[in-house]
């Protein structure tokens, strides 16, 4: 590859396996189930098109972008990605110390609120502090219709949310997600009461810590899923 034009149908393609075949190359794997995320060592290295997120010491993270086959925009200490602010510290409790990081999508949030509010003209969006009202139903019949377009952008907008940094709203856009064909009065008022919880409490944070001590070899993922398979009323998710 010399060059790849944005916009093209076979950039992407061709951009990633440039890509994993140089971290191929270079010792990088794959981490089974995890598309786009990859471990050397003691590194990890996300990637998401052309956005690389490393974590690993100075020096191997500075061989590792020496070793690129290409040129990459300025690196430096992560502060956001993927639309989330990366806030990172160390934290004292009492007598113990921990490494903190938090994620945070207030000012992608915003931006969700405004286009709410562009593409629902006159519909005011009001704070709400839960995700969803127990007095309005989605899951009514309703005849199917033809998704609109504003109706698939923002539902779309609330999975990346719930995806990347907000689970508390996991249940209120899948649920809305599973009605897009099928939109009613009651969707649309949920969408906004969903959209206003998010304005009240843009600014919560996800917060992840592990022990100063702790050695990233020693931590272990947990995996918990729940699904019910009773037709009609299948919720599924997971958290890890």
Known sequence: MEWCLYGHP???HIWVETLYRHLDRT?????PGVPGLFSKSSMVLCTYVDDLLISGSDAEVAEFFATLPFEV?????ATEFLGATIEFDRVERGSDAFWETRLHLADY???????FERKWPGKAVRNAWT????????????????PESRVLELVGMLLWVARLARPDVAFAASRLASRVGRWTADCEEQLARTVGYLQATADVKLRM???????ACDLLPDLHSDASWVPGKSQSGAFL
Do not use: C, F, M, N
Request: proline share 9%.
């Open 10 to 12: 076979l950039s992407g």
């Open 27 to 31: 010792g990088w794997v794959p981490v």
């Open 73 to 77: 925009g300025k690196g430096g200490p």
């Open 109 to 115: 949030i915003r931006t969700l609120v405004r286009t």
């Open 131 to 146: 995700p969803l009202s127990s007095e309005l139903r989605t899951d009514v019949p309703a005849e199917a219709t033809a």
């Open 209 to 215: 810590q592990r022990h100063v001590d702790d050695r």
